[in-house]
């Protein structure tokens, strides 16, 4: 089942505007090689790491990755990324009520 993006009116007619060629790159070439430069760098996957985790664990990622389409190596590299951008945050767990755990 693929999702169907759909958009306002505001973004149809701003996509509207882009194809017709209503908008131009103020970057100079050498900016834009540049910035594609550390795009590239930014993304390569140049080092490679060992670790050890419990089966439980690998299962789970394993598990999550299969359910988003993508290689576990990959989602266990994306999970590492987003937290060190400080994008992943932690959630605490819920107490069940009656467990004597403050929230």
């Keep these: ?8 009116q505001e973004e149809q007619s701003l996509l509207d505007a882009l194809e017709a060629g209503d908008y131009q ?14 795009a590239a760098e930014t993304f390569k996957k140049d080092k490679r790491i060992n670790i ?3 089966r439980r664990d690998l299962l789970a990622i394993q ?15 994306s999970i590492i990324h987003k937290y060190l951008s400080g994008s992943l945050m932690e959630v605490k767990p819920r107490s069940k009520p009656g467990s004597g755990i403050d929230s």
């Design 52 to 54: 050890r985790i419990s």
């Design 63 to 77: 598990s999550r990755a299969q359910r988003e389409g993508i290689p576990y190596q990959t989602l266990v590299s």
């Design 1 to 8: 089942m693929t999702k169907k993006n759909t958009l306002d």
């Design 25 to 38: 790159s103020t970057l100079s070439p050498e900016r834009k090689a540049e910035l594609e430069s550390f």
